[in-house]
């Protein structure tokens, strides 16, 4: 069975949305399909049907992230020492070379990516381009606009 690499903040996330599920969402899907029993008929009853759809959600989704879990490889970026070299789960500091831009990303598993927050997948292709750099070498990250040159400014475990 592979494992995923998985940071901290993403494994407490989701450990925190499978509890949520469990204790709050599970027990209130079941009461409401309790409460929809109760109004008689069940081939016509909109709310049983509904209730039962969610059930089927929820059950999937606490499978899912028992899933994710099982097989993630959760890696606290904070206890390994910091040696200027890109690894997963590092915040990297960025600065395009031809436009003076700079940028940060974290570097996550895939299910954490959100680009929004600047954090980037590790199999996404600037990672798999940063991945074993160093601060202060220059990359070329092959980029939907092109090549992109870019200087490693910063490498943070936080």
């Not at 450990?15 to 949520?20: D, P, S």
């Not at 599970?26 to 399909?33: L, S």
């Not at 606290?76 to 395009?96: A, E, R, S, Y």
Request: hydrophobic letters at 35%.
């Amino acid at each position: 069975m592979n494992q995923f690499p998985m940071t901290m903040q993403g494994a407490e996330a989701l450990k925190e949305e499978l509890h949520e599920l469990k204790t709050v969402k599970r027990p209130r899907i079941v009461n409401d399909i309790a409460e929809a029993r109760e109004h008689g008929d069940l081939k016509e009853n909109a709310e049983y049907h509904a209730a039962r759809e969610e059930q089927g959600f929820c059950e999937g989704r606490i499978q899912e992230i028992e899933g994710k879990l099982g097989n993630a490889q959760i890696i606290d970026i904070i206890k390994i020492p910091n040696t200027g070299k890109v690894i997963f789960g590092v915040t990297v500091g960025l600065l395009n070379i031809e436009t003076e831009e700079e940028v940060t990303y974290q570097i996550v598993g895939d299910d954490e990516a959100d680009i929004k927050n600047n954090r980037i997948s590790v199999n996404s292709p600037i990672a798999r381009g940063l991945i074993g750099k160093e601060v202060d070498s220059e990359v070329e990250i092959k980029t939907p606009a092109g090549l992109v040159e870019f200087e490693i400014i910063s490498v943070e475990h936080k």
